[in-house]
C-alpha cells in the first residue's frame, strides 16, 4: 500500500494501544494526524482493524446504531460532527442532532456498551472547529506524519 505509506513500529504500538482502549470505553476518541496523508494512513489502520470508515456524520450515526465499530474521517468539523462526537457517550447513549437539510431534530439511543466511536481529523480541523472538541473526548491519539 504505498498510497498510505507505513507507520513507524513505535508509532503502531502506541496506535494498537489506542485502538485497544477504544474499544473498551464508552466515549469518542480523537485520532489526530498531522497531514491529509497521515489522515488516510490512519483510516487506513483503523479499517484494518476493523472499523467501519465513514465520510459524513449521517453514515456514521447510522453504523454506530447498529452496534459498529465506526472511524469518521473529517476534514472539518461541522456542527453536526460536534454534536455528534460531544453527545457520544456511556451516560446515556442519547444523541440529538439538528439537520439542517431536513430542518428537523434527529434523536438517536446509540448503544455505546457496544459500539465504538473514532473522529480521524487534522490539526488545522480542530482549531477551526465548530467549538472545543478537545473537551468532549476520551482517548485522544496523535499520529505523526508518515
Not at 57 to 82: F, P
Request: charged share 20%.
Amino acid at each position: 500500500m504505498e498510497l498510505f505509506g507505513e507507520i513507524e513500529e513505535e508509532q503502531t504500538t502506541a496506535l494498537d494501544v489506542f485502538i485497544e482502549g477504544v474499544s473498551k470505553q464508552h466515549e469518542a476518541a480523537l485520532c489526530i494526524a498531522q497531514s491529509t496523508r497521515s489522515m488516510l494512513a490512519l483510516s487506513y489502520t483503523l479499517r484494518r482493524e476493523g472499523f467501519i470508515l465513514c465520510s459524513d456524520w449521517r453514515a456514521a450515526m447510522q453504523e454506530l446504531d447498529n452496534g459498529s465499530r465506526v472511524a469518521l474521517v473529517a476534514e472539518s468539523i461541522s456542527r453536526e460532527v460536534y454534536d455528534l462526537f460531544s453527545q457520544y457517550n456511556g451516560r446515556s447513549g442519547m444523541v440529538q442532532i439538528f439537520d439542517k437539510e431536513s430542518f428537523t431534530f434527529i434523536s438517536k439511543q446509540l448503544p455505546v456498551d457496544v459500539s465504538s466511536f473514532v473522529l480521524i481529523c487534522t490539526d488545522s480541523a480542530i482549531i477551526d472547529a465548530y467549538a472545543p472538541i478537545l473537551l468532549h473526548a476520551g482517548l485522544i491519539f496523535r499520529g505523526e506524519s508518515v
